[in-house]
């Protein structure tokens, strides 16, 4: 049984899975789906053309499904698609894309926590696993692969690539791709190593880790680019 608070606004048109729970002065609009175990803090607003996996919370001030900063924007119905047990924390940001990139929906992953005032803008990819830190800012139509994490207050410029496992370290401004299962900071941005620590964490072997540091070490320590490692 769904728990909506009778201060609630939500659409006729909006489909609820099993035992959502939605706060007082939360707004769910038309054309939005919301999966069993969902919980909808107060003040927090659902636009249109959302679908939302199971058992994601959305808190306060939060906003899913604006239409995208974007002025190649015209007015068409673009989606935001979110996975299983994501959480939105307060007034973080999520914008529909746009049908001018190619893409028309903006997506993210399964067990994602995205922070407060965290912005993903139009079209950006979010994959499973990552951590948005409190105020990143991802510009339109960037990619951030699966466990990577955004420390605080970093702005990615527009059609970047964060690669797997990548941690880039607070305040950083990147405008560049960032390598997988690295450590990146500094300004301007830069491959600070290998991230050990995170990789440990998943699990990888000391081999494993002792290859990929190898491979680093070729490419940023010895002159190299990509082609010549």
């Given at each position: 049984m769904n728990n909506i608070h009778p201060l609630a606004t939500v659409h006729p048109g909006a489909k609820l899975g099993d035992n959502v729970e939605v706060g007082p002065y939360a707004?769910?609009?038309?054309?939005?789906?919301?999966?069993?175990?969902?919980?909808?803090?107060?003040h927090a607003t659902i636009?249109?053309?959302?679908?939302?996996?199971?058992?994601c919370t959305v808190f306060p001030g939060a906003v899913v499904g604006a239409i995208p900063q974007d002025l190649k924007f015209d007015g068409?119905?673009?989606?935001?698609?979110?996975?299983d047990r994501v959480n939105i924390r307060e007034c973080a940001t999520i914008n529909r894309g746009t049908k001018a990139s190619g893409k028309g929906v903006t997506r993210i992953g399964n067990d994602v926590l995205i922070m407060s005032y965290v912005h993903v803008a139009h079209d950006c990819t979010v994959g499973n696993h990552c951590i948005l830190v409190s105020y990143v800012g991802?510009?339109?139509?960037?990619?951030?692969d699966d466990w990577a994490i955004l420390g605080g207050s970093t702005v990615v410029h527009?059609?970047?690539?964060?690669?797997?496992?990548?941690?880039?370290?607070?305040?950083s401004k990147v405008n560049k791709d960032?390598?997988?299962y690295s450590l990146c900071g500094r300004?301007?941005?830069?491959?600070?190593?290998?991230?050990?620590?995170?990789?440990?964490?998943?699990?990888?072997?000391?081999?494993?880790?002792?290859?990929?540091?190898?491979?680093?070490?070729?490419?940023?320590?010895?002159?190299?680019?990509?082609?010549?490692?």
């Open positions: 707004f769910i609009d038309d054309n939005v789906e919301i999966g069993d175990g969902c919980k909808i803090y107060p636009f249109s053309y959302v679908k939302m996996g199971k058992d068409e119905i673009t989606y935001v698609e979110i996975g991802i510009a339109g139509e960037t990619d951030v527009q059609f970047s690539h964060i690669g797997k496992h990548a941690m880039v370290g607070g305040g960032i390598p997988p300004e301007p941005i830069c491959y600070a190593g290998v991230n050990i620590v995170g990789l440990r964490r998943r699990g990888f072997e000391s081999d494993t880790i002792r290859m990929i540091k190898d491979i680093y070490e070729t490419i940023y320590y010895q002159g190299n680019n990509v082609t010549d490692g």
